[in-house]
């Protein structure tokens, strides 16, 4: 009995002493790094929108030929010749901008103040947008053109409710457009929706964007939060006196660095107070202030 506690203390000694010999050999193999850059973390949520727009919808008065007297995208004041049809002439009902393309869904998704349109009407747009062209023939009561006013933009965003209902709560919601243009916008009505399968939230921009002068819907990103900083595996951080921070490689021993956590998303966090190209240490259970690892 005595002669295997023996063993046993001899053995727990050698383990001890073989680990401090060998823990400076082993650490740098063992320790990972990744270098810190800059990046930033987003929570976005996507939908599609229709894009709300106080539009006036011209008209051929008679069957005809058509003869252009603007082009796609021109500002034009109330009463300003748009075109001719047979020779009868047709004229701007209001200012605003023309664009000489419909897709017949005119008149379908009004714009009413303080409301945001049921989701169902949103998604049942199906547009086919088709240009006017000089020369063409076209039939009385035929859709020419619009004469939309661009000092404000809507989107009407389908969204589940419970997405709805966090949006309109807030000041000033960030939207990114298709190709990365963002906007700042403000929910002006939401609509949670008849069944509680889907909502709508109308926001609102004095941001034109001309690309959608074209069309009647658009997928579109809504930035709920954004964090920007050196970007890191939450792994890494490691607390002390209730404050986050990371082990960085210092010429060859591991330094504990305060941070601030600016934000998280699956397993990374932005975070402020590390330089650019700092090698911080991914497993720091490993590791403490001072160790060689490098």
Not at 64 to 71: A, D, E, K, N
Request: proline share 8%.
């Amino acid at each position: 009995m005595v002669t295997g506690l023996v063993v046993l203390i001899g053995v727990a000694l050698v383990g001890v002493l073989f680990y401090h010999w060998a823990r400076p050999v082993l650490l740098p193999r063992l320790v990972k790094v990744v270098e810190a850059r800059p990046g930033r973390l987003e929570t976005v949520v996507s939908g599609e929108a229709a894009v709300l727009r106080e539009e006036r919808v011209l008209t051929a008065p008679v069957a005809g030929v058509v003869r252009l007297g603007v082009r796609e995208g021109d500002r034009v004041r109330t009463g300003t010749p748009v075109c001719q049809v047979d020779g009868h002439q047709v004229v701007s009902p209001a200012p605003g901008v023309v664009s000489l393309v419909t897709d017949g869904t005119e008149g379908h998704l009004r714009y009413e103040p303080g409301k945001s349109p049921p989701a169902p009407g949103v998604l049942a747009l199906k547009p086919h947008p088709r240009q006017l062209q000089q020369g063409e023939v076209v039939a009385v009561g035929q859709a020419l053109a619009r004469v939309v006013d661009t000092s404000q933009l809507r989107l009407c965003v389908v969204l589940p409710p419970p997405e709805v209902a966090e949006l309109a709560g807030l000041a000033r919601v960030l939207v990114r457009l298709p190709g990365g243009r963002e906007i700042v916008t403000r929910p002006e009505a939401h609509h949670p929706g008849d069944d509680r399968t889907y909502g709508t939230i109308t926001l609102v921009s004095s941001d034109w964007v001309e690309e959608l002068l074209r069309v009647r819907t658009v997928t579109v990103e809504i930035i709920k939060r954004r964090a920007t900083g050196m970007i890191v595996p939450r792994r890494a951080l490691v607390e002390r006196d209730g404050q986050p921070g990371v082990f960085v490689v210092k010429k060859t021993l591991a330094q504990w660095v305060k941070v601030e956590v600016r934000g998280e998303k699956e397993g990374l966090v932005a975070v402020e107070g590390i330089p650019e190209g700092s090698q911080v240490i991914t497993n720091p259970w490993l590791v403490r202030e001072g160790s060689i690892v490098r």
